[in-house]
């Protein structure tokens, strides 16, 4: 067993005793000396690299292994100890860049299959690998007219290239089905075991004969990893591409409600239907460096959203991609700025609208730290300091309450933040009630998300059933007027507030009548989805409260394009603002009949909190 592999450094620290074991027994140790290929492009991967000693570079195919030290920009990234390498080759079978030893290299090398049992049987270690991997192709922007991308945000995936998957049933063998892709010319098949589907690489073939000596006869499904990422055949084109921005892979499993199985769909085939840069955007981002690195990969989030929603692109499509490439600029940062030996101990959460995956343009931060109990990290609050501080310099705004990590009233350890929690909804003063609120919106993006998942549990735990509690907290949604006259006409105001007028009152309802009904979603358009198949709102109603939010966050969008100057670092001063005079004849009529919903819905809000008004 090679040494100096230390299982205690994330994410291997989350594996079990016996799971630690079987990794020690097939880890190998490699060598290599300065200006040695490690792995060339187009080569079969053998497993995930973890650097021991050394340093490694990654480079285009076409760049030689001296260029990497006489060109720095010849290398997209270099990889120190500690880091990891090689997992995008992994999934996707071969290697498309080059890596090579920048200096004398001592790696450990994790077997493919190995990796992939850790996978199959440890779900927080899955979850963590998969949120770190790290996308290494190169995407090349689509460029097409502004009508193609109208008729892609109306696609859905039923209606676009679903490639029909070779499927093996269980029983058949590694020879039978390499035999198999040979002849259909197929990278991966899906093996069938049972009622289940695990998808099978060319790599996992190779992998289970030469490195693991498994004979030609054994049963494929037995190597087959079964964590699929699946989405529905009715679901759109656009969310294909907002689950593979969010989980960073190539293609996932089309499959219907009872499990009926559709096909796969691959990111190759989305791209070519799209035409924005958010995928370069997210490839930047990872492959940034350097602090300066990310900043100027994060500048590019304005124009991207003004692309977007110039093409056509649905406002709550543009939420959840920007969501998605903001959660992983947040945790970029961490890992720049955080000492690595510190991630297992910290979690970095995101709340408000970042928690809710609602934010368009770049909102205040909101955000705070747990650690664990009896952590001792002297740099603490100096570090979260300069988070902060980084943040603004990307042209994050301060938070006006100073919710974030650079106030130490929002870093707590698992025990603090679980009391906080419960100690806010046991007040019913209204700066408790919105610490709440906001708290209750939050949601893991960097470090140990078991931390945050112990301490939310603890108060999702000691808030059920309480009634009074969910009166007091429901009564904040009533708490701005809304601008609707008693013939229920817009009051006359050139500077209309949206977020208290409209925003506030949709989310804050929804979101106490989901924490009522126990759904830990924090996206408000979700959790309306689920309210509605549990039977706790009417269709009707969720559909016009999801209508009405949608329309509140277009306008205020517009009208901060309208104020965007070009300069990333800008900060909106009025970012709420709605100025009523610049609204088309339509635009006004739309916005008072999406404000006669919020009144609506705070009457119901009364009857089913018994309030008083």
Not at 273 to 300: K, W
Not at 360 to 388: A, C
Request: negative net charge; contains cysteine.
């Amino acid at each position: 067993m090679p040494d100096m592999f230390n299982v205690d450094n994330l994410p291997f620290g989350f594996l079990t005793e016996e799971e630690k074991t079987l990794l020690l027994n097939h880890v190998q140790r490699k060598e290599y000396q300065p200006l040695e290929l490690v792995l060339a492009a187009g080569e079969t991967s053998q497993g995930v690299f973890v650097i021991n000693k050394g340093q490694v570079a990654e480079s285009e195919c076409s760049s030689q292994p001296g260029e990497l030290l006489i060109e720095q920009h010849a290398a997209f990234m270099h990889y120190q100890p500690g880091e990891y390498f090689g997992s995008w080759s992994v999934f996707n079978g071969k290697a498309i860049h080059n890596f090579v030893a920048v200096e004398e290299t001592v790696c450990h090398l994790i077997p493919t299959q190995t990796l992939f049992e850790l996978i199959d049987s440890n779900s927080l270690f899955a979850d963590y690998f998969q949120q770190s991997l790290t996308a290494k192709r190169e995407i090349i922007a689509q460029h097409a007219p502004n009508q193609d991308m109208a008729e892609f945000m109306l696609s859905r995936i039923a209606d676009s290239t679903i490639r029909e998957p070779l499927i093996v049933e269980e029983g058949t063998s590694i020879e039978q089905a390499t035999r198999l892709m040979r002849e259909s010319k197929a990278d991966c098949l899906l093996a069938k075991s049972g009622n289940r589907y695990g998808m099978v690489t060319g790599t996992d073939l190779l992998d289970a004969v030469i490195m693991e000596h498994l004979p030609l006869d054994t049963d494929v499904s037995q190597i087959a990893s079964y964590r699929l990422i699946r989405i529905k055949p009715d679901d759109y084109l656009f969310n294909a591409l907002i689950i593979m921005t969010q989980q960073q892979i190539e293609r996932v499993v089309v499959m219907g409600d009872n499990r009926q199985l559709f096909g796969v769909i691959e990111l190759t085939d989305v791209l070519s239907h799209f035409s924005s840069h958010s995928h370069v955007i997210g490839l930047r981002v990872e492959r940034a460096q350097t602090v300066d690195e990310l900043r100027e990969a994060s500048f590019g989030l304005a124009d991207l959203i003004k692309g977007l929603i110039a093409t056509g692109v649905k406002t709550r499509f543009v939420m959840e991609l920007l969501a998605a490439l903001n959660s992983r600029i947040l945790s970029k940062l961490f890992d720049l700025i955080v000492p690595l030996e510190v991630h297992p101990h910290v979690c970095l959460i995101v709340m408000g609208s970042e928690g809710r995956g609602e934010q368009i343009m770049k909102t205040d931060q909101d955000n705070g730290l747990i650690y664990r109990d009896g952590l001792d990290w002297p740099q603490m609050h100096e570090v979260m300091k300069e988070f902060s501080e980084t943040l603004i310099s990307f042209g994050f705004p301060p938070c006006p309450g100073n919710i974030m990590v650079s106030n130490p009233e929002w870093v707590n350890s698992t025990k603090q933040w679980a009391k906080k929690l419960i100690n806010w909804s046991k007040s019913f003063e209204g700066e408790a009630t919105m610490n709440l609120a906001i708290a209750s919106d939050s949601k893991p993006v960097a470090g140990n998300f078991a931390l945050f998942k112990v301490a939310r549990n603890s108060f999702f735990r000691r808030i059920q059933d309480n009634e009074i509690f969910f009166s007091h907290f429901a009564k904040a949604a009533l708490r701005f007027d809304t601008p609707l006259t008693f013939f229920g006409r817009l009051k006359d105001s050139a500077g209309l507030d949206i977020k208290k007028a409209g925003v506030f009152p949709i989310v804050h309802g929804v979101r106490g009548i989901a924490l009522e009904s126990k759904i830990s979603e924090t996206n408000t358009f979700k959790r309306l989805e689920q309210l509605v198949e549990q039977g706790v709102l009417h269709k009707e109603l969720a559909d016009n409260l999801s209508e009405a939010l949608s329309y509140f966050v277009q306008i205020r969008l517009q009208q901060q394009m309208s104020r965007y100057t070009g300069d990333p670092t800008e900060i909106d001063q009025v970012p709420n603002e709605i100025n009523i005079k610049k609204l088309t004849a339509l635009e006004r009529q739309l916005l008072r009949d999406a404000l006669a919903v919020v009144k609506d819905f705070k009457k119901y809000l009364i009857q089913r909190y018994h309030l008083t008004f």
